[in-house]
């Protein structure tokens, strides 16, 4: 079991950078690749980014590539979310997300591949 804790959202200008980390709890962390969704109101969870367990591996959505990035410290156990030249349409709360894909380069956008969430983190931009 692993649980998760976003933090780093806040209010932003359009264009503007925030960074996001998810501390996970236990000695597990390693064992699983990391995702980032995000949630808008009334709206589905929408992948962002994930990284493979050890980290060389990284997926993108194409909306964010070239603006996010994604990094884990397995020895601090945690996972950032780099986003700068945020839009307006960036905003929603952010989440990030354990699991352990089978093929994480084909599954890696799903939700249901990550057995493991954090409760979220607001981010807003404004324009």
């Known amino acids: 079991q692993v649980q998760l804790v976003e933090s780093g959202g806040g209010l932003v200008q359009a264009g503007g950078s925030l960074r996001l980390s998810c501390a996970a709890s236990g000695r597990t962390f390693s064992r699983y690749a990391m995702g980032w969704f995000r949630q808008a109101p009334g709206k589905e969870r929408v992948f962002r980014a994930a990284i493979s367990r050890s980290g060389i591996s990284t997926y993108y959505a194409d909306s964010v590539k070239g603006r996010f990035t994604i990094s884990r410290d397995n020895a601090k156990n945690t996972v950032y979310l780099q986003m700068n030249s945020l839009k307006p349409e960036d905003t929603a709360v952010y989440f990030c997300?354990?699991?352990?894909?089978?093929?994480?380069?084909?599954?890696?956008?799903?939700?249901?591949?990550?057995?493991?969430w954090g409760q979220g983190t607001q981010v807003t931009v404004s324009s």
């Open positions: 997300a354990a699991g352990d894909p089978v093929n994480l380069s084909s599954f890696a956008s799903i939700p249901s591949e990550y057995a493991h």
